[in-house]
């Protein structure tokens, strides 16, 4: 699912367009959450008892407090099995592991599929599966 939405962010043929920031997206829905941004209407009343020593922003949750101060100390406690980089947030190193090392997966596992093939530049092209 976040591959598929990451996908249609980046995406060029998404038709609904901000008329203030030029951003496009692929549905009304999210261009309405969107424009939300630039004027500034939460139709949500929450509570936000959490704040930032260090700036004014607030949250409604402790542990999203937490990960914006890593913003603040430079802390990175997360960091890629695959090339060492270290990040503040889980959920922005598996978007990296997929993003940057998922090639350089694919590639290994396909050398080891198609270890009989003559032309690994056409690995579909005459080759035989291992079994």
């Known amino acids: 699912c976040n591959i598929l939405f990451t996908f249609m962010k980046k995406c060029p043929l998404n038709p609904f367009m901000c008329e203030n920031c030029g951003k496009s997206f692929a549905s009304?829905?999210?261009?309405?959450?969107?424009?939300?941004?630039?004027?500034?209407f939460r139709p949500y009343k929450?509570?936000?008892p959490y704040h930032c020593k260090?700036?004014?922003?607030?949250?409604?949750?402790?542990?999203?407090?937490?990960r914006h101060q890593r913003i603040h100390t430079g802390e990175k406690p997360y960091m890629c099995s695959m090339?060492?980089?270290?990040?503040?947030d889980k959920s922005t190193v598996?978007?990296?592991?997929?993003?940057k090392n998922l090639p350089l997966f694919t590639a290994r596992f396909n050398k080891w599929l198609?270890?009989?093939?003559?032309?690994y530049s056409?690995?579909?092209?005459?080759?035989?599966?291992?079994s």
């Open 46 to 48: 929450c509570e936000r």
């Open 94 to 99: 598996r978007r990296h592991t997929l993003v």
């Open 28 to 40: 009304k829905e999210y261009l309405k959450h969107h424009n939300r941004i630039h004027s500034g």
């Open 122 to 130: 056409r690995p579909w092209a005459s080759c035989k599966f291992k």
């Open 83 to 88: 090339c060492g980089r270290t990040f503040t």
């Open 114 to 119: 198609y270890s009989d093939c003559k032309k």
């Open 54 to 66: 260090d700036c004014d922003k607030q949250f409604t949750q402790l542990n999203a407090l937490q």
